[in-house]
């Protein structure tokens, strides 16, 4: 399930080009203002699966009509739009709960007006599917590098990328149910006409409190178990979801 948020912005707002961290305590910030228990639960622990942690939540970018880049500040020109997912109740509950009584969303030193909340259908989840960005994906691996392991964040190209995505929305499931899926069939394709328009240009590098992480941005294309893509489409594809990464809407047909 996820929630759609539109903010006014008055005249106008600037923030720092990487802004998901800020986003990232907004959410943690808004759940502690209803159920701190759980808001601590969340921060600190996740749901836990044989020693990995998930905190089973996504969020898009911040959208509007009207956006500027100057220099390391990006300006809003426009109301806000904010989608927040997530495949557990208690999260949407209290998430939603706080934005409804406050009436405000607090983002750096910027306090907006709240002018809609709002719950969305969820789609008819299909063995075949196309979707659409609305935050990189990113998946990342261990990889030796000069005689060391170090993190690696796959490119579109790279043939480990789609395998590995399966496996981690694989765990995610067990985490959210407890069990394993009756299908674990998953795979993904990325939009190569797509990625040639862009001329490979399809990248985005994120500076997460002074760590770099490195998503795509790209429509793409999966067939396999329809609950797995549940999974992906509710909690975020690839990893690093909680930070801002992995969002996707149910890509428009083309006409």
């Not at 898009?60 to 880049?69: D, E, P």
């Not at 306090?111 to 935050?135: N, T, Y």
């Not at 990248?203 to 067939?223: E, Q, S």
């Amino acid at each position: 399930m996820r929630i759609k948020i539109t903010c006014d912005i008055g005249r106008g707002i600037c923030l720092p080009i990487n802004y998901n961290h800020f986003l990232t305590g907004v959410i943690y910030q808004l759940i502690k203002g209803t159920d701190p228990e759980y808001a601590d639960f969340l921060h600190q622990d996740g749901y836990e699966l044989e020693n990995r942690r998930f905190k089973l939540f996504t969020f898009s970018q911040l959208m509007a009509a009207q956006r500027q880049i100057r220099g390391d500040q990006i300006h809003f020109g426009s109301p806000l739009t904010w989608f927040v997912s997530s495949s557990q109740k208690p999260f949407l509950e209290n998430f939603a709960a706080s934005l409804m009584r406050d009436g405000l969303l607090q983002i750096e030193r910027h306090q907006l007006q709240i002018q809609d909340v709002e719950v969305l259908s969820q789609p008819r989840f299909r063995p075949k599917m196309s979707f659409r960005c609305l935050s990189p994906i990113t998946m990342s691996t261990m990889r030796e590098r000069d005689g060391q392991l170090s993190t690696h964040y796959c490119l579109p190209d790279d043939p480990q990328f789609s395998e590995l995505v399966r496996q981690n929305l694989i765990r995610k499931y067990e985490a959210v149910y407890r069990q394993p899926p009756t299908e674990e069939s998953f795979a993904m394709i990325f939009d190569q006409t797509y990625i040639d328009k862009r001329k490979g240009r399809v990248t985005r590098l994120v500076d997460y409190k002074g760590v770099k992480i490195r998503g795509v941005v790209a429509p793409f294309h999966v067939i396999g178990a329809p609950e797995l893509i549940h999974i992906g489409y509710e909690c975020g594809f690839g990893d690093k979801n909680s930070a801002g990464f992995g969002m996707v809407e149910v890509a428009k047909k083309r006409r």
